[in-house]
């Protein structure tokens, strides 16, 4: 009797699931709330080191660093989230890129003369919205172009107590200087009488005038800096100075230009090679990111 008795109510149990199931799929407002914990952390802190181009012709020029809170639903009030200047944050850097690059240049402290701070640091991202910003003023006068600043930032908390995620928690935020006539280059360096090098410089800005390049052909390695580089400095009406940079034994001859229109330098010089034999140089190198000009069509 007991098996009987199974069997007769088990089509009708059936019938019940499947009527559920059809009430269920019916509808499309079922609210599964938030899916997974509210959390918060430093946009483009993958790497942690993270290098911003700033340039020389700005005025009130600031840090800027975004703030994420990753969630399925918006936030319904103000986040308030701190952060601090956190110079660990640069140690462990440093410490980490030497061991896999011996290459590799320290990034230094930006000094706190050179950057604004009003109490603590906040960013605050607005109900509704995922991203907030912090700006921390700063002046680049005074400072060596050629020495990789950085700012070290760790979130410290926030006002909800969301989770902080501890991989994107700190940001060491490099300021790369530049200025209109930085950039990569290609073309040629000549000396007397005959002898033409094709030579793809690299134009590092030095002030809002200036770009320091390695000499016709000699090495670019920055442990040469003081040997190896010269500076140009363009004038207002496009015309180009060459002094050495360090020790560099580097003759300006005069006449050299630059184009604006087409990003293109020509320079004449005179340095000391390796052999201690006065080079006399003529150099055409031109902005690899520059336009066409009429000279690439013909």
Same mark, same amino acid.
């Given at each position: 009797?007991?098996?009987?008795?199974?069997?007769?109510?088990?089509?009708?149990?059936?019938?019940?699931?499947?009527?559920?199931?059809?009430?269920?799929?019916?509808?499309n407002?079922?609210?599964?709330?938030?899916?997974?914990?509210?959390?918060?952390?430093? =946009?483009?802190?993958?790497?942690?080191?993270?290098?911003?181009? !700033?340039?020389?012709?700005?005025?009130?020029?600031?840090?800027?660093?975004?703030?994420?809170?990753?969630?399925?639903?918006?936030? *319904?009030?103000?986040?308030?989230?701190?952060?601090?200047?956190?110079? !660990?944050?640069?140690?462990?850097?440093?410490?980490?890129?030497?061991?896999?690059?011996?290459d590799?240049?320290?990034?230094? @402290?930006?000094?706190?003369?050179?950057?604004?701070?009003?109490?603590?640091?906040?960013?605050?991202?607005?109900?509704?919205?995922?991203?907030?910003?912090?700006?921390?003023?700063?002046?680049?006068?005074?400072?060596?172009?050629?020495?990789?600043?950085?700012?070290?930032?760790? +979130?410290?908390?926030?006002?909800?107590?969301?989770?902080?995620?501890?991989? +994107?928690?700190?940001?060491?935020y490099q300021?790369?200087? =530049?200025?209109?006539?930085?950039?990569?280059?290609?073309?040629?360096?000549?000396?007397?009488? *005959?002898?033409?090098?094709?030579?793809?410089?690299? +134009?590092?800005?030095m002030?809002?005038?200036?770009?320091?390049?390695?000499?016709?052909?000699?090495?670019?390695?920055?442990?040469?800096?003081? *040997?190896?580089? @010269?500076?140009?400095?363009i004038?207002?009406?496009?015309?180009?100075?060459?002094?050495?940079?360090?020790?560099?034994?580097v *003759?300006? +001859?005069?006449?050299?230009?630059?184009?604006?229109?087409?990003?293109?330098f020509?320079? !004449?010089?005179?340095?000391?090679?390796?052999?201690?034999?006065?080079?006399?140089? !003529?150099a055409?190198?031109?902005?690899?990111?520059?336009?066409?000009?009429?000279?690439?069509? @013909?």
């Open positions: 009797m007991k098996t009987n008795r199974i069997h007769a109510t088990w089509p009708g149990s059936l019938i019940l699931l499947l009527l559920m199931g059809l009430l269920f799929s019916c509808t407002e079922v609210d599964f709330g938030e899916q997974y914990k509210k959390t918060v952390y430093i =946009v483009n802190s993958n790497n942690l080191l993270h290098v911003a181009e !700033h340039s020389f012709e700005t005025n009130q020029d600031s840090i800027s660093v975004s703030v994420y809170c990753a969630s399925t639903e918006p936030i *319904t009030n103000d986040l308030k989230v701190r952060l601090k200047v956190d110079r !660990h944050a640069l140690d462990s850097l440093n410490a980490l890129q030497v061991l896999a690059d011996p590799y240049v320290n990034r230094v @402290m930006l000094p706190e003369t050179s950057y604004q701070l009003d109490g603590e640091l906040y960013a605050t991202i607005k109900a509704g919205e995922q991203y907030g910003v912090l700006k921390v003023p700063f002046d680049f006068t005074g400072l060596d172009p050629s020495i990789p600043y950085a700012l070290p930032l760790t +979130l410290v908390s926030n006002n909800a107590d969301y989770d902080i995620n501890p991989r +994107l928690q700190s940001i060491v300021v790369e200087m =530049v200025n209109q006539y930085a950039g990569d280059y290609s073309g040629s360096s000549k000396t007397s009488p *005959t002898a033409i090098l094709g030579i793809q410089p690299t +134009l590092k800005a002030s809002i005038n200036q770009v320091r390049m390695p000499i016709h052909n000699l090495s670019d390695d920055i442990g040469l800096l003081l *040997t190896n580089f @010269m500076v140009l400095t004038a207002g009406d496009n015309s180009v100075t060459i002094s050495p940079w360090g020790l560099a034994d *003759t300006d +001859l005069g006449g050299s230009s630059y184009d604006p229109v087409a990003q293109r020509e320079l !004449h010089y005179q340095f000391i090679d390796a052999a201690a034999n006065r080079q006399t140089v !003529h055409v190198i031109r902005n690899i990111d520059a336009p066409p000009s009429e000279e690439d069509e @013909m």
